[in-house]
């Protein structure tokens, strides 16, 4: 079996939060909104349909977990879920908390500007909330 | 138990394409990509997480099963998946097919310009499609 290996664009935009049962969930380095994005552990698929049965339930209820705990940490006004993979092939599911008036609300956050680094401190404080409220 | 009723502005965008186990599946009145919506026939539900356990695993496949035939009828080079609702906030699932090159291309089509309506005949064309491929 071919070995799992994340693509470099989103092991460099990204920072790990933690491993689910079929997930790499990490942060996107993006301070204008908490952004998640689930990696499902399996090589060389691109669509969610590709995946078997079996794996698709496990990535639905990380995906619902991740997205539950995001909504409760940050208080969203909106979770926003989405699959596109136009550009990053490798199949990953985003997750991001959107808030009225937020960065090209109410439109999508795909594309648009540039990724504001968090600092440190603010990366590491969320970081560790994150975690704390995803094994709960 | 409370009536479930198609919100307004889905009902006027999109065109029933069919019922599944859980979802009104209808098109987008918008020849720039096709473009499906899955509507769970849930009221009051705004994130995939509220739904039950069992309705999060029919909206996984339903979702899935739409992607897959979408892809086949289209040929599209990606599905694109996503659930947004900032702007309409009844629970609902978009499944584009993405082509290089369409509109906005590789970015996100929510938001992007104007809807392009389809001629009667090409709407219909399209429809009786996957109708035809999604009862395989």
Not at 4 to 15: K, P
Not at 68 to 93: F, M, P, Y
Request: charged residues 25%; aromatic residues 8%; hydrophobic residues 40%.
């Amino acid at each position: 079996m071919k070995e799992f290996t994340l693509d470099d664009r989103l092991a460099n935009d990204s920072v790990s939060v933690t491993i689910t049962g079929l997930c790499d969930v990490r942060l996107m380095k993006d301070r204008r909104w908490p952004w998640l994005v689930l990696i499902p552990r399996r090589p060389d698929k691109s669509e969610v349909f590709e995946l078997t049965p079996l794996d698709r339930i496990l990535l639905t209820f990380e995906t619902d977990k991740v997205a539950s705990v995001l909504k409760t940490v940050t208080g969203a006004t909106k979770i926003n879920v989405g699959a596109l993979g136009n550009i990053v092939r490798q199949l990953h599911v985003h997750v991001i908390a959107r808030f009225e008036g937020d960065a090209n609300w109410p439109g999508p956050v795909w594309g648009y500007g540039k990724a504001e680094p968090y600092s440190d401190e603010d990366m590491n404080s969320l970081i560790a909330k994150l975690r704390e409220t995803l094994s709960q």
